[in-house]
């Protein structure tokens, strides 16, 4: 699911970004957040992306904004993670999966003091699994429902968004 603009605003305002630190997004599939994030807060981004065709369409687009200070790795992105020299200070998770969610304690781990993980879930499943690997590893989190409507057409008929739950861990 690529995010509408104001949830994409919203989650970028969960993380509570500063200039310099550094921003791993997992699963990315659009990179819009990282552009965003580049832009507004001058972060430094690592991109973990495992479609071929969704990295080419980063790259693209990453190269067309102008930012220069984002590093994209592709495949395998639960691999990748141990790879890694640098310490993030902020993890935005919107995809990744099973093998990502079971990888959560390490991101935990990984996470810079007064670090924080948001992670994006649209899934009754996915957020369940979320809630036990965080639940079993006693990592305290809190969740966030979000459900959005919009009225469109001449009628001003109510057309309900994709209902949208927010993790936000804090280190």
């Known amino acids: ?3 509408k603009q104001y949830k994409q605003n919203l989650s970028l305002q969960h993380l509570d970004l500063a200039p310099n630190q550094i921003l791993w997004d997992v699963g990315t599939k659009s990179e819009n957040y990282d552009i965003e994030a580049y832009k507004r807060y001058r972060v430094t981004t690592k991109l973990f992306e495992n479609q071929s065709k969704a990295s080419n369409f980063i790259k693209e687009n990453l190269s067309a904004h102008y930012v220069c200070d984002s590093h994209l790795t592709e495949g395998n992105i639960e691999e990748f993670f141990e790879c890694e020299t640098d310490t993030p ?3 935005f998770i919107g ?5 990502v969610i079971r990888k ?7 996470l810079a003091l007064s670090g924080i993980i948001l ?3 649209v899934t009754l499943k996915n957020l369940t699994q979320m809630i036990a690997v965080l639940t079993n590893a006693k990592i305290e989190y809190k969740v966030i429902s979000l459900s959005l409507n919009t009225h469109k057409g001449k009628l001003d008929l109510i ?4 209902q949208l739950f927010q993790i936000k861990i804090t280190k």
Do not use: F, V
Request: aromatic letters at 4%; charged letters at 30%.
């Open 159 to 162: 057309d309900s968004e994709r």
């Open 1 to 3: 699911m690529i995010t």
């Open 89 to 91: 200070d902020r993890i």
């Open 119 to 121: 992670i994006n879930a």
């Open 104 to 110: 959560l304690p390490y991101l935990h781990n990984r």
């Open 95 to 99: 995809g990744g999966g099973d093998k």
